[in-house]
């Protein structure tokens, strides 16, 4: 109401109002790195805590391994429509696709040369006489899983799986834009609520990082954030001690103080903030 009253524009990440909503597909960026840290630092934060680092570290390189074969190979099998989170879970789910798409991808030998490890790492885990298939079909199941109960909401999914209308943080943030979320907990559930703010968070949190520019040089942008402690894992903890230098505030709101205090975490929230 208020950005309607000044004549300021706006957008509107909506699960309940799809038709006036715009999509968070992360594949709507040029660079693949860029789509690969994304994903998996957004399924990395809501993923099991008792789950031990080494196959945290193996969750996210297969992660962002299929990520950037996605982003690189999709279009060009499917007249070049945007790839998106249904689709890396049909890979996690179909070995044989993905070997599919790296045979494609061989042939392009530029960029098969600049990708010669993504490739040898399918063949060695993804192709049927690799060494690594057997632990690699453990690893896929447990990342489907959690990438399926992020899409198993269909309103989630309208907006995660937007092939069309996306955000761009890195654009927003150059402009100054004012963007909404509604998570929606008593629609979604806490775990849908959880899973959708942090992806929004982290795609955010992504494009901060690589702000291009220098303190000065920057626009300011402001982060509001309520019923924070919904929110809070170790990869957030960047707001708190990294945004200030790349032009953005963060403001929280929660229930009690109490709630900042992280016993499953390495560190206090609490004493951070």
Request: charged letters at 20%; glycine letters at 4%.
């Amino acid at each position: 109401d208020v950005c309607n009253n000044y004549g300021v524009s706006y957008v509107l990440l909506d699960p309940l109002n799809p038709a006036d909503s715009i999509g968070l597909n992360p594949f709507v960026y040029d660079d693949p790195n860029t789509i690969a840290v994304t994903i998996s630092s957004t399924l990395n934060g809501i993923k099991s805590p008792d789950y031990d680092n080494y196959s945290e570290d193996v969750v996210i390189q297969v992660l962002e391994n299929l990520t950037i074969l996605l982003k690189l190979i999709y279009p060009q099998m499917n007249d070049g429509i945007l790839p998106n989170m249904e689709d890396l879970l049909k890979l996690l789910n179909n070995f044989s696709l993905v070997q599919k798409m790296c045979e494609i991808l061989k042939k392009d030998h530029e960029l098969a040369e600049e990708y010669s490890m993504l490739l040898t790492f399918f063949q060695k885990n993804f192709y049927p006489d690799g060494k690594g298939l057997d632990n690699m079909e453990k690893y896929a199941f447990y990342i489907s899983s959690r990438l399926e109960n992020l899409l198993r909401s269909s309103k989630i999914k309208n907006i995660l799986c937007n092939r069309h209308n996306n955000i761009n943080f890195d654009e927003s943030l150059a402009n100054g834009d004012i963007n909404f979320i509604c998570t929606r907990r008593g629609d979604l559930g806490a775990a849908g609520h959880k899973a959708f703010g942090l992806f929004f968070l982290m795609a955010m949190q992504n494009a901060v990082l690589r702000r291009p520019g220098v303190e000065s040089s920057r626009i300011p942008h402001f982060l509001y954030i309520d019923e924070f402690a919904d929110f809070i894992c170790k990869d957030t903890e960047a707001m708190f001690t990294m945004y200030r230098k790349y032009k953005v505030g963060t403001i929280i709101s929660t229930q009690s103080l109490q709630q900042l205090e992280t016993p499953h975490l390495r560190e206090n929230y609490k004493s951070t903030i």
